[in-house]
C-alpha cells in the first residue's frame, strides 16, 4: 500500500494555504477545483480520484461524480457542508480537524464577547476620530460583571471557552444534547431553558439540521432586554431576521457575530445595527493555526491510503477502513 499511495490521485478543492496544496502535491497526483461542480470534473479525472481535501461546500452530486472517491478530508472543524449522508452510503470516510483549532476559536469567543460587551471597537473609533479633545466616551451600559454565561455546545470548543471565562469569575451553564461527564458547569436540558436561566449565550454548536435556526425569536427573547448573544459556532444556528429584530427593539442588548447564515453575504441591516459586533468568520484565522488544520488535513489523507485508516474520522464514519 505504501508504494502505491504516491499514486493515488487527490483533488484540491477550495482556498487550502500554500502550505498544504505542497504537502498534498508531494505525496500524491493532484488535481485541482476552486469549488464542488461537478460540471468541472472531466470523465478521466472523475475515474481516477480516490481522495479529496475540501475547504468548501461538497454536495452529494459532486461526489457522485467521483465514482471512486474514498476519502473527503475537510479542511475544519466542522463538516455540516459535506453531504454526510451520501459519503456514508457510499463507503466514504469523512474527515475533519479537531483539536487543533479549539484553543484560537475559544480566545475569539472571548474577545468578541468582551468587544460585545465593553464597546471596545466603539471607543477605538472614537479616539481615531479625535473625539477625545471634545469629551470622554460615554459610559458603557453593560459589563462582564457578575453575567451568568450559557454556552451551547459544550464540546471540545465549548469547554475551553468555560475555562477562560471561569477566570473571570463568571457563573457559567450549559446545553447539549446530553450532559458532560465529569463537568461542574449548570446543565439545562434544553436551549429554551438555557436562554431563560442565563444573560449571555455564546454559541459553538455546530450546523446542520438539528440545530438549524434554533436561536430563534423565542431563545432571544428568553436572554432579557440586558441579554447578550456571541456566535463562533455556526451562522445556520440563528435565525438571522429574528435577531435583527431582537437588537433593532431592544429585545437584547447587543449581539458579537463571527459566523453568519450567508457568508460572506451579510444583511445590510446587520451592518447598519450600532449593537452588533460583526467579524468576518476569522475566530481561527492564523498563520499558526490554519497550517496546523491544513497539516491535518494532509495527514489524514496520508494515513489512509498509506496506513489504510484516517487520524480525525467524523463520528458517522468512524468505522470505515480502507480495504
Known amino acids: 500500500m505504501t508504494g502505491q499511495a504516491d499514486q493515488m490521485l487527490v483533488a484540491i478543492t477550495g482556498r487550502f494555504n500554500e ?51 474514498e476519502i473527503v478530508a475537510g479542511g475544519g472543524v466542522g463538516y455540516d457542508t459535506i453531504d454526510v449522508a451520501r459519503c456514508v452510503a457510499r463507503g466514504i470516510v469523512i474527515t475533519n480537524t479537531p483539536d487543533v483549532l479549539t484553543d484560537e476559536v475559544a480566545d475569539a469567543a472571548v474577545g468578541l464577547l468582551i468587544n460585545t460587551v465593553r464597546e471596545l471597537p466603539q471607543a477605538e473609533a472614537f479616539l481615531r476620530a479625535g ?4 469629551g470622554r466616551f460615554p459610559l458603557t451600559r453593560a459589563t462582564l ?64 439540521a438539528a440545530t438549524q435556526h434554533a436561536i430563534n425569536a423565542d431563545v432571544l427573547k428568553a436572554l432579557g432586554p440586558d441579554g447578550v448573544f456571541i456566535n463562533v459556532g455556526r451562522g445556520s444556528t440563528v435565525d438571522e431576521a429574528a435577531l435583527i429584530e431582537a437588537l433593532r427593539d431592544g429585545t437584547i442588548l447587543a449581539a458579537g457575530l ?24 476569522i475566530a481561527s484565522a492564523t498563520v499558526h493555526t490554519r497550517r496546523a488544520m491544513g497539516e491535518l488535513t494532509f495527514g489524514n489523507l496520508e494515513s489512509w491510503f498509506r496506513e489504510g485508516r484516517a487520524l480525525t474520522p467524523v463520528p458517522e464514519t468512524s468505522g470505515i477502513v480502507r480495504k
Not at 473625539?131 to 471634545?134: L, S
Not at 457568508?263 to 468576518?280: G, K
Request: include cysteine; glycine fraction near 10%; aromatic fraction near 6%.
Open 19 to 69: 502550505r498544504v496544496i505542497e504537502l498534498v502535491k508531494e505525496n500524491f497526483r493532484t488535481v485541482m477545483f476552486d469549488r464542488a461542480d461537478p460540471a468541472l470534473v472531466t470523465p478521466e479525472v472523475a475515474a481516477q480520484v480516490r481522495g479529496l481535501a475540501a475547504l468548501c461546500p461538497v454536495g452529494g452530486a459532486f461526489i457522485d461524480a467521483l465514482p471512486n472517491l
Open 258 to 281: 463571527d459566523v453568519f447564515e450567508n457568508e460572506p453575504h451579510v444583511p445590510q441591516a446587520l451592518l447598519d445595527l450600532p449593537n452588533a459586533r460583526l467579524l468576518p468568520h
Open 145 to 208: 460583571r457578575e453575567r451568568h454565561v450559557g454556552i451551547y455546545g459544550m464540546g471540545r470548543i465549548g469547554l475551553a471557552v468555560a475555562k477562560r471565562l471561569e477566570g473571570f469569575g463568571l457563573r457559567i451553564s450549559y446545553h447539549n444534547r446530553r450532559p458532560v461527564e465529569g463537568v461542574s458547569y449548570g446543565y439545562q436540558p434544553s436551549l429554551m431553558a438555557l436562554a431563560e436561566a442565563v444573560d449571555t449565550l455564546v454559541c459553538v454548536a455546530p450546523g446542520g
Open 131 to 134: 473625539r477625545w479633545a471634545q
